[in-house]
């Protein structure tokens, strides 16, 4: 097992050669990341099927094309998205120039989760990468073949003193931990979130937390129950319910539960045929430890469809619980598998109060034709994303940041998202040394007579922007000389008081 302090030593000298500071080392480390997932795919394919009986379509369009498009998108776009921002200035400023640089945090450490393995743990590597950090990357234990397969591949693919991958649970994740990290992305739950946050803390890393929560799903009777329950079950069954934006559970009167209940029966049976089990689009839970624990879930309240299940297989078939006690563990604590509580609500209002009370969710799904019932909706509740009228789909628009808050994480990325998550901005102000700039910043020079103040908080005053742009559409047409004649009748005017 690599030893954390010297993985680490060995990033920072990296990151201080230089060496990923170019744009066209990045570029070239991420065309690579290209050919791999093109040539790795048939490998990527089976891990996710060893882990997570995964199967070929969701492998291909969840995990790898997800990957492949953000780095098509980063490498189209980068270029653009690095460049320095510059911003506006006050009257003292005009002469000079104010910028945003983006640059690198350093070493970042990136941990992955299990349920989508390939995708969690790399894409935020992309976005790491492609800011000038050096990496270390750390996937999770629980999907081992995925786990393994990122050690084996990414050193065939990147450079090898900047990026590097170490394996290993929750001992070495928490001597890793010890070590400081210039930033840390960490995907899984909300527990283990805060013990990552601690460990921060005691170097002052920032962090970014991709965390978990229960992502509630309210439906009315406006909504049309056909598409909707298509939607929700699909969202539902996708890897299981082992999806962190997953549909939790239903909020609905009881008339919306009863159409629900006799629609999802018929849908269930058109995606997946007769017998669920034999569907090859249903994955598996992960591990004999979750199934057990979904199993405990069941007890919760009555189950008014499904309730099949097969331990040695890991299978369970969706499963909706109807009549469930407030206090019971399926409405406490995330599900994170194919069971589907319902939460009776007599309307909105009501709705909204069950969400108040309860901790910020990762997301919030809204089905519904009354638009002034979905704005109380957004206007009262807040959540990392919100769809109305479908699940999960907020994800693949990655012009929208993804992330928490409160309890379900801090901070986002996709997208240019992930270049801001993984760049320190820096603020820049190149100032003017001549003899224009001086006397338009002379007066902070003490002795600060009553003159001086006067033009200093002339100067300084903030303005509406179009009298800003016309103030500098008009000295740039003057010309330095005369804007330095203006500069000057100021500071005359000025410092004759
Ligand atoms: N917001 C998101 O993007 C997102 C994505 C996927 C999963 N999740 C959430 O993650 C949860 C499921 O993942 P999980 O937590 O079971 O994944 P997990 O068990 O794979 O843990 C995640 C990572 O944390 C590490 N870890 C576990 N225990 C640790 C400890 N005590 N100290 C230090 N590191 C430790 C693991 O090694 C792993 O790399 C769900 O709550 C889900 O909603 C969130
Ligand atoms: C087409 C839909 C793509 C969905 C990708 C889901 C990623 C979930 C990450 C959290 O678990």
Request: hydrophobic residues 40%; proline residues 5%.
């Amino acid at each position: 097992m690599p030893n954390p302090a010297e993985l680490v030593a060995e990033l920072r000298n990296s990151f201080r050669s230089g060496k990923t500071r170019p744009l066209s080392f990045r570029i070239t480390q991420l065309r690579n990341l290209l050919r791999m997932y093109s040539e790795k795919k048939d490998e990527i394919v089976r891990a996710l099927h060893d882990d997570l009986r995964k199967c070929p379509a969701e492998a291909i369009v969840m995990e790898i094309d997800f990957l492949v498009n953000d780095l098509k998108n980063t490498l189209w776009n980068l270029d653009q998205w690095a460049r320095p921002e510059y911003v506006e200035k006050d009257l003292a400023n005009l002469l000079d120039t104010a910028y945003v640089q983006r640059e690198p945090y350093g070493v970042v450490l990136v941990i992955g989760a299990w349920n989508y393995p390939i995708q969690l743990t790399l894409l935020p590597f992309h976005g790491a990468l492609a800011a000038g950090n050096c990496v270390l990357i750390k996937p999770s234990e629980v999907s081992a073949a995925s786990a393994k397969l990122i050690e084996e591949i990414i050193p065939q693919y990147v450079d090898n003193d900047c990026y590097k991958v170490m394996n290993g649970g929750i001992p070495e994740t928490t001597d890793l931990l010890k070590q400081r990290f210039d930033y840390i992305f960490y995907t899984g739950n909300t527990a283990v979130g805060k013990i990552v946050h601690a460990a921060a803390n005691r170097h002052l890393t920032p962090v970014t937390l991709e965390l978990g929560g229960k992502s509630p799903c309210y439906i009315d009777s406006s909504a049309d129950i056909k598409t909707a329950t298509k939607r929700i079950i699909w969202g539902k069954m996708t890897n299981m319910g082992q999806t962190c934006v997953a549909p939790d559970y239903l909020l609905c009167t009881k008339e919306v539960e009863k159409k629900f209940l006799e629609t999802a029966t018929l849908i269930l049976r058109e995606f997946y045929g007769p017998d669920l089990k034999r569907s090859p689009d249903l994955g598996r839970i992960v591990n004999d430890r979750h199934f057990e624990r979904l199993q405990g879930l069941l007890e919760g309240g009555t189950v008014a469809l499904g309730g099949d299940t097969d331990a040695h297989d890991r299978f369970m078939g969706l499963t909706v619980l109807t009549d469930v006690k407030s206090d019971a563990a399926v409405l406490q604590q995330e599900i994170f598998g194919p069971i589907l509580p319902v939460v009776n609500v007599a309307d909105v209002k009501e709705a909204i109060d069950y969400l108040q009370e309860r901790e910020k969710p990762l997301a919030l799904y809204v089905f519904s034709n009354r638009k002034a019932d979905v704005e109380l909706l957004l206007k009262n509740t807040s959540s990392g994303s919100v769809c109305v009228n479908d699940v999960i789909m907020q994800l693949v628009v990655d012009t929208l940041p993804f992330g928490g808050v409160g309890n379900s994480g801090m901070g986002g990325y996709h997208g240019k998202f992930s270049l801001d998550t993984f760049s320190h901005k820096k603020a820049i102000l190149y100032k003017d040394l001549g003899l224009v700039g001086e006397v338009l910043g002379a007066a902070k020079y003490p002795p600060l007579t009553n003159g001086k103040i006067a033009y200093l908080r002339f100067m300084l005053a903030k303005r509406p922007p179009f009298l800003m742009r016309l103030v500098k559409g008009v000295l740039g047409g003057l010309g330095p000389f005369l804007g330095g004649v203006l500069a000057l009748y100021l500071w005359q005017k000025y410092t004759q008081i």
